[in-house]
């Protein structure tokens, strides 16, 4: 019987990863950088947080950019966030940034925009003082799914290419994150991620961030999503099909990495996150909830899932 599109693409994927692994297993030696993305745990203190990731093993953080002016953020206690952080021997990988109708770069409002680009530029030196690699960047505004008027897309390129000189100036790669039609109004695969890039034409904005949850909404096949962004690719926001804890559900983890073994993604500088939001289209509202500590010890405890197929693969 003839395969299924998705079943071709799979074996393709499978023959490529079993090829390097025999041919060349010391490219297989380094794991992946699992990191987790603390927003989703809610309102607790950031020293929880990241003690939650120490307990379970997890190296490194994706902070949220809760940047709210001087006084108002992680970064109005830059000294006590490091220390935490060298307390627990927990790197961050990156800043997640939240764009919301409040300092959205799409909007035809002038004055957000404006707070737009200082939301950028603080959170880009909170991100290199606290040894992050990339600062996640949405080009729409997360839960409005309709455009403000027809000129969304050309306001968001032109102010992100006015503040992109601040990534050159502080080595900290600008992530672009495809999020689905549901949520954005612009800007939901892979490759209207590349174009974006493209448009802004800079040097300071290369990189995609991926999340596996939107890759199942807005792609034909989700590992070839992964394979198509290539090397702009920095980070990957893992979570399952009904956006849970990896585990929890449908998504052919297997299948995702032997794609980033493929592409070669187990090295430096490159990070799977969890990030398991649960259901809802306001995403958002998930960093104001309160959570039980036994709820956010499963989130990190079911999202180690992602090495433990790694290590049935790779064994």
Known sequence: MK????????????????????????RLQKRMNLSFSTWV??????????????????????????????????????????AILEKYGIKCSGICGFFSDSNTLSTNNNFVRQTARE????????????????????????????????????????????????????????????????EVAM??????????????????????????????????????????????????HIEDTNRLPLGNGMMDVDTIIRALYVMGYNRDGRFVTGEPLGAGRNSYAIMYGQHSAQAKDKQVADTLYFQEREEELLK
Do not use: W
């Open 41 to 82: 745990f809610g309102l607790e203190e950031l020293e929880e947080s990241v003690e939650r990731l120490a307990r379970f093993q997890v190296p490194y953080i994706e902070l949220g950019g809760n940047y709210g002016g001087k006084d108002i953020g992680y970064q109005a206690d830059l000294a006590g966030t490091k």
């Open 187 to 236: 800007c939901s695969t892979i490759k209207s991620a590349q174009q974006y890039i493209a448009d802004v034409g800079h040097p300071g904005v290369q990189h995609i961030n991926g999340d596996i949850f939107h890759m199942l909404c807005g792609e034909r096949h989700i590992s070839e999503a992964i394979l198509a962004a290539g090397e702009r690719l920095v980070n990957l």
């Open 119 to 182: 939301y950028i530029i603080e959170e880009v030196k909170f991100c290199k003082e606290v040894g992050g690699e990339y600062m996640l960047v949405v080009p729409g505004t997360v839960g409005r799914s309709e455009p403000y008027d027809t000129s969304d897309y050309a306001r968001s390129v032109s102010t992100l290419r006015s503040v992109a000189d601040v990534f050159v100036e502080y080595g900290v790669k600008c992530a672009i994150e495809p999020i689905n039609s549901a």
């Open 3 to 26: 395969l299924q599109r998705l079943e071709e693409i799979n074996r393709k994927i499978k023959y490529d990863f079993d090829k390097l692994k025999a041919e060349h297993p010391e």
